[in-house]
């Protein structure tokens, strides 16, 4: 079975950027829509991106449009969330997840998550 691991959370300061990656271990993504998504405690997790397979047509939440950008190495298995000018509001634990279909992403039909990664936009 796959297992999603993500890595490059930590503490920013607000207007920083990071970047997030998410590998396969155990297996490779193959053809999976890649997804992320975050939660804070006491609320829903919420979808912030996804993309297929190959790349085209990515998702962003308006939360984060303009700001973040998902991206997907399938010969590495591995996917990718570049996070700019990061607001306060963007903490949170960040989940990878990989799902037959984009569509799958957004309607929440999830094959694999990740462990998740903290990020934390503080001053």
């Known amino acids: 079975q796959v297992q999603l691991v993500e890595s490059g959370g930590g503490l920013v300061a607000p207007g920083a950027s990071l970047r997030l990656s998410c590998t396969a271990s155990?297996?490779?993504?193959?053809?999976?829509?890649m997804g992320w998504f975050r939660q804070v405690p006491g609320k829903e997790r919420e979808i912030v991106a996804a993309v297929a397979w190959h790349g085209a047509a990515p998702y962003h939440a308006d939360a984060v449009k303009g700001r973040f950008s998902i991206s997907v190495d399938s010969a590495q298995s591995a996917a990718y969330l570049q996070m700019n000018n990061l607001k306060r509001e963007d903490t949170a634990v960040y989940f990878c997840?990989?799902?037959?279909?984009?569509?799958?992403?957004?309607?929440?039909?999830?094959?694999?998550w990740g462990q998740g990664a903290q990020v934390t936009v503080s001053s």
């Open positions: 155990g297996g490779t993504l193959g053809r999976s829509a």
């Open positions: 997840a990989a799902a037959q279909a984009i569509a799958n992403i957004r309607d929440r039909e999830i094959k694999d």
